[in-house]
Nanobody, 126 residues
């Protein structure tokens, strides 16, 4: 049974930083395509970043240069380092595992991901 558990969210002022973690069990994360998504109140869930089994990463334009996705294979844990946070980054952040590792970073379509965590809240104040 694949399980994903996010942590590390919180409240910060604009310009601050947070590091989100996603503990993964039931699957070897490094063999998969993993992603971070977020959902603001009243908005659809959107992709933030992905990392493939080859280590390649992809980012939404809105976070490029500020967020970094990474994987600790020994801990089977996914991370999202978020710097230069803006109020528009506020939302619930989710980690997810894509159904297939193929074409990992080509699409943030949520239907391509079949396992999701419960989410961790990030709030950025101005």
């Amino acid at each position: 049974q694949v399980q994903l558990a996010e942590s590390g969210g919180g409240s910060v002022q604009a310009g601050g930083s947070l590091r989100l973690s996603c503990a993964i069990s039931g699957v070897t994360a490094s063999n998969n395509c993993m992603g971070w998504f977020r959902q603001a109140p009243g908005k659809e869930r959107e992709g933030v970043a992905t990392i493939g089994r080859d280590g390649r990463t992809s980012y939404a334009d809105s976070v490029k240069g500020r967020f970094t996705i990474s994987m600790d294979n020994a801990k089977n844990t996914l991370y999202l380092q978020m710097n230069g946070l803006k109020p528009e980054d506020t939302g619930m952040y989710y980690c997810a595992r894509k159904r297939t590792w193929v074409a990992c970073g080509l699409s943030f379509q949520t239907s391509l991901y079949n396992y999701w965590g419960q989410g961790t809240q990030v709030t950025v104040s101005s």
